[in-house]
């Protein structure tokens, strides 16, 4: 799995950045649903294995700070949660989207889910933490980094033995993958879906490198069938794995 330039990286930031800043409504709605949806994939014993008096390192949180963890239902048992993320940090209670009166009290409580936690403004490749988290987060952030194997090498580091690590990423069917690489790259390259994602994966190339970057006990949960995972629309999975004790 390759790295991208620096400049290809930082033509991704500068998409993201725009995609937070056109933030609306609708969209904000959309981000605070799919967390629950793909927490709710995970059992019960996974969740408190996960949280559960845990000490959490999440990895590109967003800009406005709004952590899956904060979507935990026992969220009151996390011990302390810390939020990386590279782009600086905007308080949601400055936009433009506090003038929409009707959904003021939907902005009071996104402005204090992102209060959960400590934010630091930090790229996942340049986290230099050494086993002071039980459990990292990276969600819907591998496909959108320079180094996706660097950061999980980086989090395998900052998790102590015996702690997890939960992945969630976008993965594509065969066929997607080919029309993303070789058609919408080329085609659509303006477009801020392709701008967005310097990578693309397959499932089994997460499992490959959670694998390499040390961790073991890699479970895949939420797999399509085999005629989707060939053919069929992207889907996001969820990986635990483990640093062994
Ligand atoms: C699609 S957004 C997802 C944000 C958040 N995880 C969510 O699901 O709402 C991808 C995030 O990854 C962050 N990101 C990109 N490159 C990164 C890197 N090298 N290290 C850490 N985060 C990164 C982006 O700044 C952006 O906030």
Redesign the pocket.
Known sequence: MTTVKQAR?QA??LA??Q??DGMNITELLR?CT??PDFLSILSQEQLQYLFDDKEIL??????LG?S?ASFYPEKHKIKKLVK????ARTLITESSLIQQIWARPFIDWISSLSEEGNYIQK???QMEYEEEFDTVII???LD????PLL?LRNAYKSIRSGGQILVGVDCRSILGQIKFEYILRRIAKDEILVK?HPHTFLHHQVVQLLEEAGFDHVQTIGIPSLIHIFMGSSFRPAFIAEKRR
């Open positions: 990286w991704a930031q993201e950045s995609y937070w981000i799919e967390k999440e990895i590109g949180v967003g800009p709004i899956l990386l993320e590279p782009l790229s996942g490749e969600y819907n952030v959108h980094v320079k180094d950061i967005a």
